[in-house]
């Protein structure tokens, strides 16, 4: 893992050392363009939560619907959202942070002892910018969430999700080592940014279908409203709310 980060890293230190030198070594536009070629790349495998340049990430379930739910654990959404499923008798992934699991380690263990699966979501969630950090600290966010997790539960994730989705080009050999697949989604409603509930519940209705991985919330006001109107709709739909076998990637 150690060198599939570091050939990475001097990969893009090389583009932008050899771009730099053309631009001051009179083929000024070429480097300017080798520049250009070196963020494009490097942006459109990051702002995309479904691309697969740097690595494989899993878009689909199959069948009926996979509920994951990003950013708890929380004391007031985490015992709601289990009481919900519970009475749908469904199962959700919940992509937990690792600062707050060791916060709420009784949470944790509450989730894993009803049978939901913990997702490893990084250990701070640093949502402005882990699309663009580097090797090392890639590298930490991903294992000290990893290692807490498996610490309180006795198991380690198998599924990891970035913050917001942004994962960077040293994501997948962290993945890679820690046996993790990477998660995206094909359905979502925004409700971590706006807590208009009509129009989340708009959103997802319109693109969630047979198959879809649905991206949801802890820790927001409609926290609860979205996940009752998701496990409705999967009953009106005839969906299975279910947590698909890890390593078939779609």
Known sequence: MIWSLLWRWLLILVVFAGGTVLAFGG???????????LVGYLLSGTLNPSSRLFGKVRTRCGSGIWLTLDDGPDPDDTPMVLDLLDRYGAKATFFVIGQKAEKYPDLIREIHRRGHQLGNHS??????FFWCLGPIRTYREIVKCQ?????ITGAAPTVFRAPVGHYNVFVHPVLKREKLELIGWSSRGF???GADFESVRERIRASANDGSIVLAHEATPIAGKVVTDILDLAQERGWTCSIPAHGSLQ
């Open 147 to 151: 290692r807490t997790i498996e610490r």
């Open 123 to 128: 250990w701070s969630h640093p949502r402005a």
């Open 191 to 193: 409700d971590g940014v």
């Open 27 to 37: 083929n000024f536009w070429m480097g300017v363009s080798l520049h250009i070629f």
